[in-house]
């Protein structure tokens, strides 16, 4: 099962910050949060993951909240092809297990 | 360019004859691992590889097979493919950080 809950689906203008919530309070202490997504029945793509600091990439922020339990993932300036599903993931960094359990993610709609 | 490589990307075959959907990884990755994604199923795991000729069940691995004789090629085998294998299928390969993923094969079994 899942181990996070994401709100199913969520819109953004096209130039604002697309902030997109994950629930997480049953985190252990050595997984990450990982973020991916897929546009239109693409193969999902990794965006960006974390332990407990704030990170940032090209495409994405991710702030983890101090006790882990929860995260958000933030565009900063979305645009009309980061319209997707966007999945929030826990796993162990390390380990031979290589499953990532994909719930039913957020379906962000960016709008012009 | 890193990339996972998955042939066919579309196919439409008949129930009980047997076919092959390739995967090719060009990142020496050691993790391979095969997904299919259905309509309120979400993305489910068939089977994974931790290396080469190391292969497990995933959670959905009924009617499947795979092998993996060199590091690069992780096959998805359908020996008598059914109708409810119609489905989106994805490889995909992974370092420890972030997992590839193919474009996908949308399989049809009639």
């Known amino acids: 099962d899942a181990k996070t809950t994401q709100p199913p689906s969520m819109d953004c203008a096209e130039g604002r910050a697309a902030n997109l919530p994950c629930n997480h309070s049953?985190?252990?202490?050595?997984?990450?949060v990982y973020w991916y997504r897929q546009i239109h029945s693409q193969g999902p793509q990794y965006i960006i993951h974390?332990?407990?600091n704030n990170e940032t990439n090209e495409m994405a922020s991710l702030i983890i909240t101090e006790d882990r339990k929860s995260s958000t993932l933030i565009l900063p300036h979305a645009t009309l092809r980061d319209t997707a599903v966007y999945y929030c993931?826990?796993?162990?960094?390390?380990?031979?297990?290589?499953?990532?359990?994909f719930g039913a993610g957020t379906r962000l709609a960016v709008h012009p | 360019e890193a990339q996972v490589t998955q042939n066919p990307r579309y196919l439409i075959t008949v129930t009980g004859k047997k076919l092959t959907v390739t995967c090719s990884q060009n990142?020496?990755?050691?993790?391979m691992s095969w997904y299919r994604q259905d309509p309120g199923l979400g993305l489910r795991q068939i089977y994974y590889?931790?290396?080469?000729?190391?292969?497990d069940k995933g959670d959905v691995p009924e009617g499947y097979k795979v092998s993996r004789k060199e590091k690069r090629n992780f096959p998805l085998i359908l020996e008598s493919p059914s109708p409810n294998q119609t489905s989106l299928y994805f490889c995909?390969?992974?370092?420890?950080?972030?997992?590839?993923f193919g474009q996908g094969t949308r399989l049809t079994v009639v």
């Open positions: 990142m020496n990755h050691e993790y």
């Open positions: 995909a390969s992974r370092r420890d950080t972030e997992a590839f």
């Open positions: 590889s931790m290396n080469v000729e190391v292969t």
């Open positions: 974390g332990l407990k």
């Open positions: 049953t985190i252990s202490g050595n997984e990450y």
């Open positions: 993931i826990v796993r162990p960094l390390w380990g031979g297990y290589n499953k990532l359990i």
